[in-house]
T-cell receptor, first 110, second 111 residues
Framework: EAQVTQNPRYLITVTGKKLTVTCSQN?????MSWYRQDPGLGLRQIYYSMNVEVTDKGDVPEGYKVSRKEKRNFPLILESPSPNQTSLYFC?????????FGPGTRLTVT | QQPVQSPQAVILREGEDAVINCSSSKALYSVHWYRQKHGEAPVFLMI?????EQKGHDKISASFNEKKQQSSLYLTASQLSYSGTYFC????????????FGTGTRLTIIP
């Protein structure tokens, strides 16, 4: 089944404790992206990647890192999470003109 | 800067029509429409490219006026399944790598 998977789906952590949210797709897409969704603010792009080893900043990259070492994986790294990074995170892959979203990861930073 | 969507929320009875607008302050190359049902991930509806085209998808269609930097999504004879939050995403360059989404329009269809 063609899909985008994210892990974990839910995470509660403490300020400053490094974490990684994984994203994997099995559709051989070159394009992948990370978004955060907050009430009243819609979807905001964090980082995107056009291909392996090619990443670029979206609208809200501060406090996040990404890497694209393999085509299928695009992990999101929070090296020192803060409470303002509490959010619902979506990974997406696809073509630049059509993206398929993963199920989301709800992150709470206390 | 995020595109502005209007209205922010709308409630309709089944069978009524709806229009959702998306307006940007920047020149646009493309507009993308997604629908997100409660508790689910956004799902792609359609993309409109520079050229002022109009596209249709069942009873959902959209237009794009690049001179006005505006797009509108039309939902005709709405069904209960149309309920959800609709987002427009805009891109200023060919390739559409960097998408900026609006804050969404919540559509509720009641029987």
């Amino acid at each position: 089944e063609a899909q985008v998977t994210q892990n974990p789906r839910y995470l509660i952590t403490v300020t400053g404790k490094k974490l990684t949210v994984t994203c994997s797709q099995n559709m051989n897409h070159e394009y992948m992206s990370w978004y955060r969704q907050d009430p009243g603010l819609g979807l905001r792009q964090i980082y995107y990647s056009m291909n392996v080893e090619v990443t670029d900043k979206g609208d809200v990259p501060e406090g996040y890192k990404v890497s694209r070492k393999e085509k299928r994986n695009f992990p999101l790294i929070l090296e020192s999470p803060s409470p303002n990074q509490t959010s619902l995170y979506f990974c997406a892959s696809g073509f630049s003109y059509e993206q398929y979203f993963g199920p989301g990861t709800r992150l709470t930073v206390t | 800067q995020q595109p502005v969507q209007s209205p922010q929320a709308v409630i309709l009875r089944e069978g009524e029509d709806a229009v959702i607008n998306c307006s940007s302050s920047k020149a646009l190359y493309s507009v993308h429409w997604y629908r997100q049902k409660h508790g689910e991930a956004p799902v792609f509806l359609m993309i409109l490219l520079k050229g002022g085209e109009q596209k249709g998808h069942d009873k959902i269609s959209a237009s794009f006026n690049e001179k006005k930097q505006q797009s509108s999504l039309y939902l005709t004879a709405s069904q209960l399944s149309y309920s959800g939050t609709y987002f427009c995403g805009t891109a200023s360059n060919f390739g559409n790598e960097k998408l900026t989404f609006g804050t969404g329009t919540r559509l509720t269809i009641i029987p």
